[in-house]
């Protein structure tokens, strides 16, 4: 089975998404394209979506309000036909289900706690559970939501296998010790021993050199 790959189109350019999707191709892997506010957001994002084909494509958006508002706006994208799109579980279980019961074929993906967060950061906001702990809890109520897949760092993935049975999909991946502004990191190869269905990976990828050889730089690591 290939290992399971989202490039993150973090940009608001079209022409740098377009130079990142002709990079990316290989046999080696199975690649798919995040997409996030930034770039849908942009000039011409949004049609540039609608008209990409024979692409797996994640709506990386997010989204986090009332049940109502979430289920307009998961309504508002649906033309775009994402094959992911990401809620904060934080939203609440009547949001969640709210939303997946209008997803149609779009696998909704709740957001658990941000990979640029650690224990100090989350008592500052308010929390008193440490990261594992309000992951876990987050994870038991994406299953009980039946949402398609669960967003986790790649160091949570083992104690969140335990309680959710679906896709889980780790950002925060380095291939070494420049953790930029994520706190919770690892490297591919173990957050796919950790048990991650799919990596996201930005900007080791597309913005530290030449994406061609940072590709086969990862597909290397993957098979040392």
């Known amino acids: ?111 658990s706690i941000l990979t640029s967060l650690d224990n100090i950061a989350l008592k500052k906001i308010g929390y008193n559970k440490d990261v594992k702990k309000l992951v876990l809890h987050q994870a038991k109520l994406a299953q009980k939501a039946k949402l398609d897949g669960l967003v986790c760092s790649a160091q949570e993935v083992k104690i969140v296998k335990k309680v959710f049975k679906k896709e889980i999909i780790t950002p925060g991946i380095r291939f070494n010790s420049d953790k930029g502004d994520q706190k919770r990191v690892l490297t591919p190869k173990a957050a796919f021993k950790n048990g991650s269905d799919w990596l996201v990976i930005g900007r080791p990828i597309t913005k530290q050199g030449n994406i061609k050889n940072n590709i086969k730089k990862l597909i290397d690591h993957l098979n040392k």
């Open 1 to 111: 089975m290939k290992n399971k790959i989202f490039i993150a189109c973090d940009t608001t350019s079209v022409s740098k998404v377009k130079k990142i999707i002709k990079n990316t191709q290989t046999s080696k892997l199975k690649i798919g394209y995040k997409f996030g506010l930034e770039f849908l957001n942009s000039k011409n994002g949004r049609k540039f979506v609608s008209k990409l084909k024979n692409r797996i494509t994640f709506g990386d958006f997010k989204f986090s309000d009332i049940p109502n508002t979430c289920v307009s706006a998961v309504r508002a994208i649906k033309d775009l036909k994402f094959n992911y799109c990401t809620m904060h579980i934080s939203s609440g279980l009547e949001a969640l289900k709210a939303v997946k019961k209008v997803s149609g074929k779009t696998k909704i993906i709740g957001v």
